[in-house]
């Protein structure tokens, strides 16, 4: 009963940048974490960052420094800020959120984006 929607995605030169968002909705009380993960053609998903209410974040090794993951709470939306794209970025990109639903704790996923990177 969460829902996560997602946009930003597209094709991109390396070099440049693309701002991804996330928003959820539903019958939530409260977002714990919010974040977004990755699979390229061949490999497992793969966090990319998460950030909590708090303000917290954290990020995989491989977009630390390019990447800026930050949250509006009052809007239950996360953003995921790529700069200086490379190649190896291409992937499918989703959404994550740990939410308080109603009385529950649930774990949603968006139906995920595409981010393309030409060289």
């Known amino acids: 009963q969460v829902q996560l929607v997602e946009s930003g995605g597209g094709l991109v030169q390396a070099g440049g940048s693309l701002r991804l968002s996330c928003a959820a909705s539903g019958r939530i009380f409260s977002i714990n974490v919010m974040g977004w993960y990755r699979q390229a053609p061949g490999k497992q998903r793969e966090l990319v960052a998460t950030i909590t209410s708090g303000g917290r974040s954290n990020y995989a090794d491989s977009v630390k420094g390019r990447f800026t993951i930050s949250g509006d709470n009052a809007k239950n939306t996360v953003y995921l800020e790529m700069n200086n794209l490379k190649p190896e970025d291409t992937a499918v990109y989703y959404c994550?959120?740990?939410?308080?639903?109603?009385?529950?704790?649930?774990?949603?996923w968006g139906q995920g984006t595409q981010v393309t990177v030409s060289s």
């Open positions: 994550n959120a740990n939410a308080v639903y109603g009385l529950a704790l649930v774990n949603s």
